[in-house]
Structure formats: structure tokens, C-alpha cells
T-cell receptor, first 114, second 114 residues
């Protein structure tokens, strides 16, 4: 079993829809949670960065972390064609040999059509 | 100019050849990482370096070696390339700190081994 599971999709939605992207994980030591967006032929770029449980909002993007369920989500409101990309969740533990190392989900391919 | 620069951007080579992928950064970060990305597998860590004198194996280091020539430069070598090393390769950097810092990625090298 992989430490981080992410539905690869692909996910196709109409412009203006609310998009929900999700990851589950098995390592209870994970404390830091990130979402990256990757456009075709580009490297992943950091979208959201959260520590421990709770919600974080940045414009049209909201990240949620539920450590009790080992489940994280990224919501995109009023989705735009420019949001079409691969979204990767990533997480890391603190301390010991895990310090500073990220474990990634497989990535979800999202297409927002006009 | 990009903060994390990878060269070459594309490379096609033959089985058994030695290949070096280079990464340089202008972010002033101490930590550097090499990942490979394969469809359906997400990003997997090959090697990482927390400073010039520190090199550590990641999840999939077999068949690879690295050199940290300076704070800003981190190169990845395939001593004798094989076809299953065909993948997208990414370099990333992060700052040091008391908490896990997010990683910043270059735009990748697309490597094909025939």
C-alpha cells in the first residue's frame, strides 16, 4: 500500500464548477501538507501549504486537512480553463530521517472546459 | 530567469551511455533534491542534499549518483543508462528552517533511453 493515495482521474468539469481533489494517507507522522499544480511541460509549483489539521483559504482555493481521518482536500471555486493542470498532493513528517522529505500522491489530471 | 534551472531540457540517448543532468539555483537555498516522475507513480525521491557536504539516498537511488559541487549546484548522473530510467527528472530546492519548508521545482529534464 502506498503511503499517499490520490485518484488520478482524469477529472473534467465545466467552467465555473466547484472542484474537489482529495488524498488519503497512512503515515500518522505526516504534519505538513501541500498542494502543487503542474502544467504540461513545467515543474510543480506550490499552491497551498498547511500545517496540521484545519482549513486554509487563498482566493479561489481552499485546502482542508483532517488528520483524524488521514484525509486532505483541495477545493477550487469558480474553476477556470486556466486551472487545467495536474494537481499533486504532498506531505512530510517532522524530525528524524523524514525531516524535509516530501511524499507525493500520484497526481490528478484536471480539465476545465469553457 | 528561472530560480531553479535544469539542463538539458530534453535528452535522448542509448542504453549503456553515461548521462549527467545538471541543476543550478539562485534562491540561496541550502537543500536540493532530485526526483523522477513517471505516469501513475507521482514524484519519487532519488537523492537529496541538505548542504554541500551532506548527500543522502532517497527512495530509488539504485543506478544513480549525485554530486553537490556548490551550494547552488547539484547534478545527477546515470552511470550506465537503461531503458527503464526513461522518465521526467526534476530538481527541487528548499530553505532550511525549524519547520519543513516547501520545495521549489525546476521545469524538468525529459530523458529517453533507447
Amino acid at each position: 500500500q502506498k503511503e499517499v493515495e490520490q485518484d488520478p482521474g482524469p477529472l473534467s468539469v465545466p467552467e465555473g464548477a466547484i472542484v474537489s481533489l482529495n488524498c488519503t494517507y497512512s503515515n500518522s507522522a505526516f504534519q505538513y501538507f501541500m498542494w502543487y499544480r503542474q502544467y504540461s511541460r513545467k515543474g510543480p509549483e506550490l499552491l497551498m501549504y498547511t500545517y496540521s489539521s484545519g482549513n486554509k483559504e487563498d482566493g479561489r482555493f481552499t485546502a482542508q486537512v483532517d488528520k483524524s481521518s488521514k484525509y486532505i482536500s483541495l477545493f477550487i471555486r469558480d474553476s477556470q480553463p486556466s486551472d487545467s493542470a495536474t494537481y499533486l498532493c504532498a506531505m512530510s513528517a517532522t524530525g528524524g530521517t523524514s525531516y524535509g522529505k516530501l511524499t507525493f500522491g500520484q497526481g490528478t489530471i484536471l480539465t476545465v472546459h469553457p | 530567469d528561472a530560480d531553479v534551472t535544469q539542463t538539458p531540457r530534453n535528452r535522448i540517448t542509448k542504453t549503456g551511455k553515461r548521462i549527467m543532468l545538471e541543476c543550478s539555483q539562485t534562491k540561496g537555498h541550502d537543500r536540493m533534491y532530485w526526483y523522477r516522475q513517471d505516469p501513475g507513480l507521482g514524484l519519487r525521491l532519488i537523492y537529496y542534499s541538505f548542504d554541500v557536504k551532506d548527500i543522502n539516498k532517497g527512495e530509488i537511488s539504485d543506478g544513480y549518483s549525485v554530486s553537490r559541487q556548490a551550494q547552488a549546484k547539484f547534478s545527477l548522473s546515470l552511470e550506465s543508462a537503461i531503458p527503464n530510467q526513461t522518465a521526467l527528472y526534476f530538481c527541487a530546492t528548499s530553505d532550511k528552517g525549524v519547520s519543513n519548508q516547501p520545495q521549489h521545482f525546476g521545469d524538468g529534464t525529459r530523458l529517453s533511453i533507447l
